[in-house]
């Protein structure tokens, strides 16, 4: 089982730079996208859908060309979601999730603060309300694999430049520690951060700025996760950040499970 998560940055345009020729030879069973930025009609074209896979979207309505998901699947789910019953964080397009058997697979779009203090405390008001969701899910019974860009970089070996960030969104000791408790590896039951998991001292980023020559200077953030209940953790075989070639300013992340997709 392949799944892959990537921030496009909106989803036209990442097509144009030749995002979904490259998919469409990756041999990957699920793809999780966030910032569509596109409502979905605009993307019903062939040129949006590679052969042998069914799209499903979520959009923003609260205001046209922002956010949005999608999930792009080989196999016909069972049941797709897209709403978590909350309208502040739902009608902006951040959530969907589709259903396999006893296998959810959400692609996710935590908010950034990046733009101010509103932004920043709308972030807060989801994170706490997220927290107990994602206890519900993690105690259910049920697989998860929780993809998506969730604007939080874990440690100093998530960022390049982690002293000089410690006051700016993404890095705030506040998020850290709630994205760390989610994976804490202390409790009797957490979420398993895929990727660190598989490469524990590993230090790759999957996002970086267009300000500057953060990007030629690899001057990057991890802010791209697939996050998987335990028993998941269990079938995890590999990964990769592909850096080359750019479709956005993020890039896509892979994980590669043991066994089929159900």
């Not at 940055?9 to 999780?32: E, I, P, T, V």
């Not at 797709?80 to 502040?88: C, F, I, M, S």
């Not at 397009?93 to 603060?113: D, Q």
């Not at 300013?249 to 043991?258: M, R």
């Amino acid at each position: 089982m392949r799944i892959v998560s990537f921030n496009a940055n909106g989803l036209r345009s990442a097509a144009r730079k030749g995002f979904f020729d490259w998919f469409a030879g990756h041999d990957a069973d699920l793809l999780c996208v966030q910032e569509t930025k596109a409502q979905e009609h605009q993307l019903a074209g062939p040129e949006f859908l590679p052969d042998g896979y069914r799209a499903f979207f979520r959009d923003a309505i609260t205001k046209k060309g922002y956010s949005g998901v999608a999930i792009y699947s080989r196999r016909e789910p069972d049941e797709v979601r897209t709403a978590l019953g909350w309208a502040p964080f739902d009608d902006e397009g951040r959530y969907i999730e589709a259903r396999f058997g006893n296998l959810s697979v959400v692609s996710f779009y935590i908010p950034s603060g990046s733009s101010g203090e509103l932004r920043q405390g709308f972030k807060f008001e989801v994170m706490d309300w997220l927290k107990p969701v994602l206890d519900e899910w993690l105690a259910s019974g049920r697989d998860y694999v929780l993809c998506g860009d969730w604007n939080i970089v874990r440690s100093a070996l998530d960022i390049k430049n982690w002293k000089s960030n410690q006051k700016n969104s993404g890095c705030l000791p506040p998020e850290r520690d709630w994205l760390n408790g989610l994976c804490a590896d202390d409790a009797p039951r957490s979420w398993v951060d895929s990727y660190r998991a598989l490469n524990p001292d590993a230090q790759d980023y999957t996002w970086w700025s267009n300000r500057g020559a953060a990007y030629t200077n690899n001057v990057g953030w991890r802010l791209d996760y697939q996050l998987v209940t335990p028993e998941l953790a269990t079938r995890l075989q590999g990964c990769s950040i592909l850096r080359e070639p750019r479709f956005s300013d993020h890039a896509p992340f892979t994980v590669d499970y043991a066994g089929s997709l159900a």
